[in-house]
């Protein structure tokens, strides 16, 4: 499904489509419709699966890839361009022709020490089956893929990449920090330069060029997280409780991730993924009710002076100070004993069922006698 951009949408910004916008009459299954207006439904759920996915880096906040040039297109772009059901009918055609030099470069953004840090994952063998694209729907074309360390690790993914290259497709290694910058020299095509990771200097005159950006966090994932008290890694992906033993639960109980949403991962992992995050999100559903943590934090009312510090620390979102009565509450379901809050209240109004201080005091005194 497509979904209008409207931040360019000339038809809702400038009004400049007319009465009836150019896509409302190509589109033969009369799907789109301007009229619609947002609405806010309410659905009362026992639990919620997150999958909302991921984003490509904008090729744009790295001016020296030349992604202003016509001949400079994204990988998503690209199987835009080379599917049957696309604008070209699935020829590759750029500036009205068939490309006969075309360059994939990888890590476009990613592995990147000072910004994406990580492996986007999946562009290694995307790249792969765009080159076998490519030499498959033009025969005659030169393809050549610039890239750092080649990762095929999946099911039949070295076998892949060992056929690609018995086809033709040239791979030239570069190092991680040798940066790639393309030129537009003349009228027609681009100019890549980079250095080979034995040190030689190459220009490329290229018809096309295809970058791998970076896989990052969907443009929603921060709001999202603030409603569903949600917490994110590092790298702005939504973090799973436990990356061994829990990786579908996150800490809130209840939602479950799947997906590019926690990180970079191809359609087999995502669809393993969100087969398992269905099934733990039924076991509650089919239970009815359920059992939850005894340790979660207590609020001694007479000694809270609404100061704010709990809510403030609580990682989980668990604690609001009540509007009325100038009171910490604590929601016991979001709790999860961390004992932030008792750590942090400075008039010792909060602490954690079971780890109260004086019961941590006898421990610690039972403890040093027997020392
Ligand atoms: C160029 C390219 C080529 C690729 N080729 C391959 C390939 O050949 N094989 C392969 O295995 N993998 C491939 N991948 C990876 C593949 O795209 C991902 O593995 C897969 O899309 C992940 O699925 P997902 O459901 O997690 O996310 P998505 O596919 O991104 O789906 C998330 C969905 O959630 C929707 N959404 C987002 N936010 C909200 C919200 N707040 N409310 C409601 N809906 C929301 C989005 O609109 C989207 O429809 C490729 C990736 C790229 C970039």
Not at 64 to 70: C, N
Not at 109 to 138: E, F, Q
């Amino acid at each position: 499904m497509y979904t209008v951009d409207a931040e360019h949408c000339l038809y809702l910004t400038k009004g400049r489509c007319g009465k009836s916008p150019a896509c409302v009459d190509a589109c033969p299954a009369n799907a789109i419709d301007f009229t619609q207006s947002s609405t806010e439904i309410e659905i009362e759920v026992g639990t919620i699966i997150v999958a909302t996915g991921y984003e490509l880096l904008d090729p744009m906040e790295m001016p020296e890839y030349g992604y202003k040039y016509d001949e400079v297109i994204t990988g998503l772009e690209f199987e835009r361009l080379s599917v049957a059901s696309g604008p070209t009918g699935g020829k590759i055609l750029i500036n009205g022709k068939e490309p006969k030099e075309v360059v994939f470069i990888s890590c476009v953004g990613s592995r990147d020490r000072d910004g994406n840090a990580y492996c986007s994952r999946v562009c290694c063998m995307y790249i792969a089956k765009h080159a076998h694209l490519v030499r498959d729907k033009i025969p005659d074309a030169h393809v050549s893929v610039i890239y750092n360390d080649m990762r095929a690790y999946g099911k039949g993914f070295e076998e892949f990449y060992n056929r690609v290259m018995a086809e033709g497709v040239e791979y030239i290694r570069k190092e991680l920090e040798e940066p790639v910058i393309i030129t537009k020299d003349g009228e027609e095509g681009v100019v890549v330069r980079t250095r080979r990771s034995t040190g030689e200097e190459i220009a490329i005159e290229a018809d096309l060029v295809v970058l791998a950006t970076a896989i990052v966090p969907g443009r929603g994932t921060e709001e999202l997280a603030k409603i569903l008290k949600l917490t994110r890694s590092a790298d702005g992906f939504f973090m799973e409780a436990h990356p061994k033993l829990r990786p579908l639960d996150s800490f809130t109980d209840g939602v479950y991730i799947a997906g590019c949403c926690q990180s970079p991962k191809d359609i087999p992992d995502s669809v393993a993924q969100a087969v398992g995050a269905a099934q733990k999100a039924a076991i509650p559903l089919m239970q009815g009710e359920v059992e939850i943590e005894p340790l979660v934090a207590e609020v001694y009312p007479e000694l809270c002076t609404g100061c704010g510090s709990c809510e403030m620390v609580c990682p989980f979102g668990a604690i609001t100070i009540d509007a009325v009565d100038n009171k910490a509450n604590v929601n016991d379901v979001i709790c999860k004993g961390c004992g932030s809050c008792n750590a942090i209240c400075p008039s010792g109004a909060i602490s954690i069922n079971h780890f109260r201080d004086r019961q941590i005091y006898a421990q610690i005194e039972a403890l040093s006698c027997l020392l």
